[in-house]
């Protein structure tokens, strides 16, 4: 049963006009074995759980622990101690009802009517007394004359019997109920307590998951108000600013939940690899259960944080300390008294104890007095109904209760109702005989009073706030093994005035192998991004709890490690902090990479042989082979194989802004100054045949010193492409960073695509027509043909071209880009030298060799066509000694059958044939046209 409040007032009233006109009354209420009283001149009332419930709807006769004995003791001690002092009520003597709910909210309503005030007549077939009992025409008394009321036990008892008293104006003070609900002065005005409320013991647990740094975990709390509110309270905590601990689980349990069920639960929680922490806001029969349920399926390294419920569990059994060693609880902080302890004791030594419930608790279980001196201390382990033979066990531990938690409170209320009473007398009650006080003192005066009550109780000083709550200190306990033996022990406290959490003594953790560990264990979902390198926080939708997500690799961590941002181009984050950005140190081309070291190997090589067949050709000048193919022309081209070995060398090492010149005229250079003395030579052999088919007159131009003006012509024209293109885009020395993702800078030598293109197009223009030439003259014979050389000399330049353009545009690596220009200018020396030079070194070797005694300037045979009737004319000599004039003046030579040169003869010796058969040569004359 909830608040009564407005129509919840009604229907109070009701229920009590019900109750007076009927029977229908609970039968414990007429049972004498649920209650226990002690006449007075003024009584105060008590509303206790003593007896277990039956599996029915009523009391059962078992007591389930010996603390709830302990109880009605306290009660007793402290109004025996209050009247044999006679100091705080002289000639005042306190009485005291105590009435059993059997934890019964049921009972609990009916008791607290049981209280309701009567008026002295019998209208209604009751009367009301001034002691402490109702006489009825028909029915045993069940009415009770008191100026205040201590229970219930529980959050949710107190709150039914606090909507009664309220109703009748009876102050009520609770010393174990800590909902928050009950701190409502407008719904329960007469309502005072001795234990914090839950708000205090929700900031305590939001504390202590801030001191140890647990920002992960998992909560438990049970169905009604108590779990409800106070995990509702507690999320409060967790998500706000200072605190910002993230949630992985929220499980409410039922009252009457299964053991498989609370199993599942653990299995649960356990789920949750990061949050190790288990928040725990439940009621004591369902702390039991889980606590069973963890020893069951086994907690591993995982702990209970827990409210005073959890607490009340373990110390009544600190066996379960072995299941979750490390775990924490929080209760409201109170000392042993030790006078009830030997009170205590006396009570059970003599046997001269006036409480029934006492005798039937030593009697049933045979406790002798030093029996019971260890059960003071001590209880038994369970809440709820269980089997006499369980008990008996259970009773005989040696780790029970102390009697300092909730005992010491109620003692503590009941000088706080005394020193009330005090105080009413003596501003109220100064003219009142004894016989009346009672008519004086009334319930609104006593909760005024305890409302100002200030005094030193078992803890230190005791008051109340606005809201009727005790102002006091919680105390954390943890579980803990010493010497093998598992025991709960207070490590702790927290002060609600000055809400500061201190330990008189480091916790103790334990990991799963049952090791110390010297740091608590963490619940997390994960470390602190700001302490991770490179990461940044990332927040899922379902909770507050966050992931550590890299960042790129080009990317530093900013605002508190919430953003990436990328490094600008050409700098990397430092590899420390991840969050400045460093300028990348660039690499480039040396000579001592691999690749570098073979090219330039080839180079050196190729520059060998240059200079061999330089040299050769200069000692050789005089023989007719070489004078034959145009030495001028020769030495231009070998000069431009050599140039092209050399920038080898400048391409590989490192880029400087004069190498880039170098780099990017020689490029360019080297393929005019080879192929432009070839396209002359290949024009040249084509112009003079052409011509020769119509007279014997040489075509212009044809002479040593003109083809060397017309190639270095064409050479002048590209260095002026050159020129112009650099004056447009000179090539420059710059960085390049081909993937914005990869720590990764080249510097190189930066060569312009245009004038890269341009003067490559007029190369290739070269080429081309060095192509066309050596096609035109392919059916010329041996001896005057060159062009299967030629040809595949160009048509190799064409195919490394064709190869080179679009890997070296499409290539973003410099290092690349360097490595196919040394490349291709390698191939294309290679081919020239290869293609155009070696034959002719190959057939001076065999002209040297195998005729050295053979005269310089003497052929066996020779020809020259000309036109005659449109008919092919070939003229044969022998032993021609003597070079003869062409009509041109030149001393002109041809290709001999021997590929020696001879000289070009006068037309009038010669005699027509269609054929000529000269040694192994044989001519076949084309039509002329």
Known sequence: MNCLNGSGKSFGLVLFFFLMKTDAYPPEVFDSRYQYVLEGDLNIGAILSIH???????????????????????????????????????????????????????????????????????????????????VSK?????????????GAYTSQLTVTVANVLSLFKIPQISHTATSDVLSNKKQFPYFFRMVPPDKYQVQVISHILSYFNWTYVSLVYSEGSYGREGIKRLKTYLKSPNSNICIAEEIEVQEYTSEFAFQQVIKRLKSHEKAKVIVLFVELDNARALLAAADAVGMGDYYFVSSDSLSLVLNTKPNYCGVIPGSLSVRPYSKDIGIFEDYLLSEANGSITTNEWFKTYLNRFNITASMASNDIDHESDNHSAETDDRHASLCQEEDMINSD???????????????????????????????????????????????????????GEIMFDDNGDIM????????????????HHAIGEWDMRTEYLSFKEPPKWKNTQDRDLDEPPESSCAEPCLYQIGRI??????????????????????????????CDIFLWPDDVTRRECVEIVPHHVTITHVVSIGLCSASFVGMSICLCVLITFARYRSERIIRTTNRELSHVMLVGVFL??????????????????????GFNLTFTFIYAPLLV????????????????????????????????????FQILIVIVSTSFAPPDVELNMPVPTEKFVERFCSIPHEGLLSSLSYNLILVLMCTFYAFKTRRLPDNFNESRYVAFCVD??????????????????????????????????????????????????????????????????????????????????????????????????????????????????????????????????????
């Not at 028909?138 to 201590?150: C, N, P, Q």
């Open 52 to 134: 277990s419930p039956s599996k029915g709807t009523g009391c059962s006769r078992n007591i389930s622990e010996f603390r709830y004995v302990k109880y009605s003791e306290a009660i007793h001690f402290a109004i025996n101690k209050i009247n044999s002092e006679n100091v705080i009520l002289p000639n005042i003597t306190l009485g005291f009802v105590i009435l059993d709910d059997c934890f019964l909210s049921s009972l609990a309503l009916a008791r607290a009517i049981q209280f309701m005030p009567m008026k002295s007549n019998c209208s209604t077939g009751y009367c009301s007394i001034a002691k402490n009992e109702l």
């Open 138 to 150: 028909s029915t045993k008394s069940i009415f009770y004359d008191v100026v205040g009321v201590l």
């Open 405 to 459: 938690f909730a005992a010491s409170l109620l003692v503590d209320s009941i000088y706080a109702y005394s020193y009330a009473i005090k105080h009413v007398l003596e501003t109220k009650c100064r003219n009142y005989a004894k016989k009346d006080i009672r008519k004086c003192v009334k319930g609104v005066d006593i909760a005024r009073a305890l409302a100002k009550v200030k005094f030193d109780g078992s803890f």
């Open 472 to 487: 006091g200190k919680y105390e954390i306990r943890q579980c803990q093994i010493s010497h093998e033996k598992p025991h």
């Open 537 to 566: 926080y990332y927040f899922t939708k379902e909770t507050c709890c966050w992931d550590c997500i890299p960042c790129k690799k080009n990317e530093i961590v900013i605002d508190n490690a919430t953003r990436c941002e990328a």
């Open 644 to 665: 092209a070995y050399i920038l080898v060398f400048s391409l590989m090492n490192a880029p400087n802004k004069i190498q880039c010149f170098i780099n990017y005229i």
């Open 681 to 716: 030579k290949t024009t040249r052999i084509y112009r003079i045949f052409e011509a020769g088919k119509r007279t014997t007159i040489l075509p212009p131009c044809t002479s040593s010193s003109s083809q060397v003006c017309i190639a270095i012509t064409l050479i002048i």
């Open 796 to 929: 190799t330049t064409l195919l490394i071209w064709i190869t080179f353009l679009p890997t070296y545009f499409t290539t973003a690596r410099a290092y690349y880009k360097v490595t196919i220009l040394a490349s291709a200018l390698l191939l294309n020396a290679t081919v020239t030298l290869i293609c155009l030079f070696l034959p002719k070194l190959y057939t001076l070797y065999e002209q040297v060799r195998g005729q050295p005694n053979k005269k310089p300037g003497n052929c066996s045979v020779f020809r020259v066509v000309k036109s005659n009737n449109s008919r092919s004319c070939v003229t044969e000599m022998s032993s021609v000694t003597q070079p003869l004039r062409s009509s041109s003046g030149d001393n002109s030579s041809v290709e001999c059958g021997n590929g020696l040169g001879c000289p070009y003869p006068s037309a009038a010796s010669f005699r027509s044939v269609d054929t000529l058969q000269t040694g192994d040569v044989k001519f076949t004359l084309g039509k002329i046209p």
